[in-house]
C-alpha cells in the first residue's frame, strides 16, 4: 500500500523527496502491471468450415474422415497457429452428406437452410416408414430408420459467430466427459432470450447459456434452442458422434487442437478473447481470392465510393 501524501509541518526536506519516491515507485509498478497483462490479453478465433473437405462416396460411414468434413482453423491474434484439421458442426456428418453427395448430387458445401432441408427429408422419410409399418423380415424399416429420427431431433447451432472461454466439458464428470483436459465453451443467453448470432441485438453472456438452433432439440422440448455447447473431440466410430449440439474435432485431431488454446486458469489470468466462427454455403477464405469491391472509385485525391444497391442475400 502506496503511503498518503500530505506535508507534514516536521517533515525534512530528505524526508519528503524519500515519500514522493516511494510514490513514483508505486505509480511505476502499477503502471508496469497493468501493461504486462494488457501485452499477454490474446484473441483467440476458431473457424469451422462445414464441408471444406470432400465426401468420399466410396467409403463406409465407418470411415472417421466422412465423418469429419470441416476444416478447423485456429488463429491467434490473426495469424494461423493451427491449420486443416477435422472436425464436425453435424450430429454425423457421413448420414448428411450421403444424401447431400449421392442422393441430391450435390458438390458444393451446404448452407444453413440446406441442412433444415435435409432435417425436413429424413424427418419425412422416417414417418413414411412407421406409419406405413414396412417390413424386412420381421425388423421394422421404422426401427432400422430410427437413427435419423435421433439425428433429426439432435441440434445443429447456426452459421455465426460464438463467444467463448476455456473451461471443462460436463463439468468435469468422467463418466460423461470429453475433450480432456480442457474445451472451449460457448456463451449463449438464457432460455427466454437464447443467443442467436444472427440478431445483432442478442447477446451471449452466460457461460454455457441457451442458444438458438435450426432445429428442434429432444432435451428442450422441441423447442429450436440449445445449452452447454462446447467444443471437444467426437467418436472413432459409430454413427453418433457423442454430439448432443456440441461441435466436435476428428479424435486424431484433438491433440493439436487443444494445445493451441490456453488452460482455463491462464485464459481467465490474462482477460483472452475467444470467438468461435461457423462458416457453412461458402467457399473456403483460404481458396478464394480477393475480389475488389464493384463500387470502389479511384480518384487523384482520395478514395470515393459510388453508391450501390446491395442484396443481402437443452442440450
Not at 105 to 122: A, E, G, L, R, W
Not at 228 to 253: A, F, M, W
Request: glycine share 6%; with cysteine.
Amino acid at each position: 500500500m502506496c503511503v498518503e501524501l500530505r506535508r507534514p509541518s516536521a517533515l525534512s526536506s530528505k524526508g519528503e523527496a524519500r515519500v514522493f519516491r516511494w510514490f513514483w515507485y508505486c505509480v511505476a509498478g502499477f503502471l508496469s502491471i497493468a501493461a504486462l497483462q494488457e501485452a499477454t490479453a490474446a484473441k483467440y478465433e476458431i473457424v469451422i468450415e462445414e464441408g471444406a473437405f470432400k465426401y468420399n462416396p466410396s467409403s463406409t460411414s465407418e470411415n472417421v474422415d466422412n465423418k469429419y468434413l470441416a476444416r478447423v482453423t485456429v488463429k491467434k491474434d490473426g495469424n494461423v497457429i493451427a491449420r486443416d484439421l477435422r472436425g464436425s458442426t453435424l450430429p454425423d456428418a457421413w448420414v448428411f452428406y450421403q444424401h447431400w453427395n449421392i442422393d441430391l448430387k450435390h458438390t458444393d458445401q451446404p448452407s444453413d437452410d440446406d441442412i433444415v432441408s435435409m432435417f425436413n427429408h429424413f424427418e419425412k422419410e422416417t414417418t413414411a416408414l412407421r406409419n406405413g409399418n414396412a417390413k424386412l423380415g420381421n425388423t421394422s424399416l421404422a426401427d432400422i430408420n430410427d437413427i435419423l429420427d435421433v439425428l433429426n431431433r439432435v441440434p445443429v447451432i447456426r452459421s455465426g459467430s460464438y463467444p467463448f472461454i476455456m473451461g471443462v466439458h460436463q463439468a468435469g464428470n468422467p463418466d460423461r466427459r470429453h475433450g480432456k483436459p480442457y474445451v472451449p465453451r460457448l456463451l449463449g443467453g438464457t432460455q427466454e432470450k437464447p443467443y442467436d448470432p444472427t440478431d445483432t441485438t442478442s447477446k451471449a453472456t452466460v457461460t454455457g447459456g441457451f442458444i438458438r438452433t435450426l432445429n428442434k432439440n429432444n432435451a428442450q422440448d422441441q423447442k429450436k434452442i440449445a445449452e452447454g455447447i462446447n467444443v471437444h473431440d467426437g467418436r472413432r466410430t459409430s454413427d453418433y458422434k457423442d454430439s448432443e449440439g456440441c461441435l466436435t474435432i476428428r479424435p486424431q485431431d484433438w491433440i493439436a487442437f487443444y494445445r493451441t488454446l490456453p488452460s482455463p486458469d491462464e485464459w481467465s489470468k490474462n482477460n483472452h478473447i475467444g470467438v468461435v466462427s461457423v462458416h457453412r454455403g461458402v467457399e473456403s477464405s483460404d481458396s478464394v481470392p480477393p475480389v475488389a469491391p464493384s463500387n470502389l472509385f479511384i480518384s487523384l485525391f482520395e478514395p470515393e465510393v459510388r453508391p450501390s444497391s446491395i442484396l443481402l442475400v437443452r442440450k
